[in-house]
């Protein structure tokens, strides 16, 4: 563009005369104020006022001080805590803070708190990982990270059927402003974490889940158990196809991984459930169980069948009779790895079993169990990953099922998760309202 003719006035090396001169330099100024002064508004562009979370970017290069979250200690089950933990790191992630890092419990009391046993995030999951795999979006700090212990606020967590969701959304967003956000440490009180109200959709909780891999010594013993499994898979399909004279074999060898939920906790909870709701499909007897893994259709047979039961719990010694021919039930004292899960506590007996479960080539679970439930999320963020377009269906790689809930053959329901939902709800507190259904 010609501005020879802006001759008596001259700004930024250019003269101005005439409007088409002064039009160009208002321009410019506009666009270096807005980008001096308005750089937290563009982190929003085309997201809109119904989302709750500003980007995440709580980071110290950038700010100098970075601003902590910190919850209480994290208790009941495994897949509880998991969900608890990802509820934390949401939680931190509304309010654009890092969650430091919790700790967890090795011990399973429901009522007695005070007899939990700790044990530290990083002794289950890998801590360097995590934030690894979850940059970006959510991150985990160590407590060394705070500079002053003593700047924090308390953020009381409400309770009781007055404490709606509505009521604890406002609170996070009245702690994501002045005075609250000016704070170095918020310092959740109140209730365990898996007990807060939901505000997030099934898949943001996907990806921390994605993130939560089990440290490595946790991993090596997941590894002997499936190594074990398939072992004795190999060689019982040998002995049967010599007796048929056939020489090829497939490997890897397939199995079976069923979440049996027959002991005596669960039985008196899923009655007292089924009572409440007014739903019979979610107590399954032994017998029922067997029978529904046995009508799974398009599964080769002979073929070694995991049962995951919480052995301490169990009254029914015989688990292993009444199988189909062809389904060979093995749990952990018939496999020989007993003595790998009994040196460990409650939490990591249960980190094992459900890796051992999450790698099987067949999973059967009850769609009330959150164990069961977490498992076919994995699952299904897993096919979706490798680009499998449907879930369910008999040719899926990595299919699931749920034996409380009865198919159109007598077999068990497909299952599969909808990563869509709104909220966990459904997976947090069980369901009989499967995708696959």
């Known amino acids: 563009m010609d501005f020879s003719n802006c001759k008596p006035l001259r700004f930024l090396g250019l003269h101005l005369n005439s409007l088409l001169c002064k039009f160009v330099i208002l321009v410019a100024i506009v666009l270096v104020f807005r980008a001096v002064y308005l750089p ?17 970017n709580n980071h110290p290069s950038e700010f100098g001080k970075s601003k902590f979250l910190e919850v209480p200690q994290i208790i009941w089950g495994l897949n509880n805590q998991k969900i608890a933990f990802a509820r934390a790191c949401l939680t931190a992630r509304m309010l654009n803070r890092t969650l430091l890092m919790p700790s967890l419990s090795a011990s399973l009391f429901y009522k007695e708190v005070d007899l939990l046993k700790p044990i530290s995030f990083d002794k289950v999951f890998q801590f360097e990982k995590f934030n690894s795999l979850c940059r970006g979006f959510v991150q985990l700090a160590r407590y060394s990270d705070v500079s002053n212990i003593t700047d924090f606020i308390e953020l009381q967590k409400g309770t009781g059927r007055r404490w709606t969701i509505e009521k604890d959304l406002d609170q996070l967003r009245q702690f994501n402003k002045h005075p609250y956000h000016e704070y170095e440490t918020i310092r959740v009180v109140g209730n365990n974490p898996f007990l807060w109200h939901d505000h997030w959709p099934v898949k943001d909780y996907a990806k921390i889940f994605k ?20 072992k004795i898979g190999l060689e019982e399909i040998r002995i049967a196809r010599s007796s048929r004279s056939e020489t090829n074999l497939l490997q890897p060898v397939s199995y079976v991984a069923v979440h049996m939920r027959i002991e005596k906790d669960w039985m008196i909870h899923c009655k007292k459930l089924e009572q409440r709701s007014n739903i019979s499909e979610i107590c399954s007897s032994k017998e029922q169980i067997m029978q529904r893994v046995g009508k799974i259709m398009g599964l080769k047979t002979p073929i070694v069948v995991y049962l995951a039961v919480a052995d301490d719990l169990l009254e029914d010694n015989s688990i292993l009779a009444g199988w189909n021919e062809g389904f060979l039930p093995y749990e952990k004292k018939k496999l020989g790895v007993f003595d790998i899960y009994k040196k460990h506590p409650y939490l990591i007996q249960s980190a094992i079993d459900y890796e051992v479960c999450l790698r099987s080539e067949v999973f059967v ?3 009330f169990s959150t164990f069961s439930s977490l498992i076919v999320l994995d699952r299904t963020q897993k096919m979706i ?14 299919p699931s099922y749920a034996y409380n809930l009865e198919s159109e053959s007598e077999g068990p329901r497909p299952w599969a998760s909808n990563m869509s939902d709104s909220s966990l709800q459904a997976i947090s507190y069980g369901s009989n309202r499967i995708s696959c259904s």
Do not use: H
Request: aromatic letters at 10%; a positive charge; hydrophobic letters at 35%.
């Open 211 to 230: 993130c939560l891999v089990l440290e490595e010594r946790i991993s090596k013993e997941a590894d002997k158990v499936v190594s074990k499994i398939r």
């Open 365 to 367: 679970g009850n769609s």
């Open 40 to 56: 937290s508004y563009s982190g929003f562009s085309g997201i809109g006022q119904k989302n709750l979370f500003a980007n995440f």
């Open 385 to 398: 990953d490798m680009g499998v377009g449907k879930p369910c269906g008999t040719d899926v790689r990595w």
